[in-house]
């Protein structure tokens, strides 16, 4: 996750200030990272291979949710 998600790295810009910002991003990559992308060994997004979506995510989605 230190890899893909800056926040967690000190001496970028991206670096979280406050543990609610921090919080919040860690969020928001966690919910991109199993709901969003078809990953290329499973052929399908994490979410449907544990059953709990059926298709895959869009940003428009994910936003609806986070409200």
């Known amino acids: 996750m230190r890899m893909t998600n ?3 790295t000190r ?10 910002n921090h919080e919040h991003a860690t969020a928001l ?6 709901f969003g992308p078809v990953h290329k060994s499973l ?4 979410a449907m291979e544990e059953g709990i979506n059926d298709h895959v995510c869009n940003l428009e ?7």
């Not at 052929?43 to 994490?46: K, P, Y």
């Not at 989605?61 to 409200?67: G, H, N, P, S």
């Open 61 to 67: 989605e994910m936003a609806k949710l986070a409200d």
């Open 6 to 8: 800056r926040r967690f």
């Open 29 to 34: 990559h966690c919910m991109f990272y199993n």
């Open 11 to 20: 001496l970028t810009n991206a670096f979280s200030k406050k543990i609610a």
């Open 43 to 46: 052929r399908i997004t994490l």
